[in-house]
């Protein structure tokens, strides 16, 4: 856990020193970081604001939930399992809800009683992207602006 908690440290300081070379307009967007673990959360976050991102976070679904109420954001990523309204609950809400608001399901894995996985049941909710826990923070980055592309091509429109 310690030398994963290091590795991850060294890529944030690499990738902190990439994002110096070339932040563009995707950056400076509102992203809604809704995770339960702490560490998890503090790591994504810093890792998000050194991209160029500006990012709130929630613990929970319930919490996700009044934060959208009262504020704008261009991209949730959210944890699926999590207490209080886990986040396949949070997708169809925001789906529901906010159906222009992008979502990002991650996981560790796992599925309903060896049916489908909770990632493509993400997907099947809403969800636009899912990434697999533990985060590459390349393949974070490149899914969060394939997203956020797609929405200002369909803006051009």
Known sequence: MLQTCFQIL???????????????SIMEKNILLIEDDLITQTLLKDMLEDYGFFVFTAS?????????EHNHFDLV?????????EGLQLIRETKWRWPHLKVIAMSTGGSFSGGPDYLQTAKDFGA???IVKPID???????IRSVLDSEIQQEAY
């Open 10 to 24: 060294y890529v944030l300081l690499i990738r902190h020193i990439e994002n110096q070379l070339f932040k563009d």
């Open 60 to 68: 929970d679904g319930n919490e996700g939930t009044k934060m959208m």
């Open 77 to 85: 990523l959210t944890d699926i399992i999590m207490p209080e309204k």
């Open 128 to 130: 636009v992207a899912s």
């Open 137 to 143: 923070s390349d393949n974070l980055l490149k899914t």
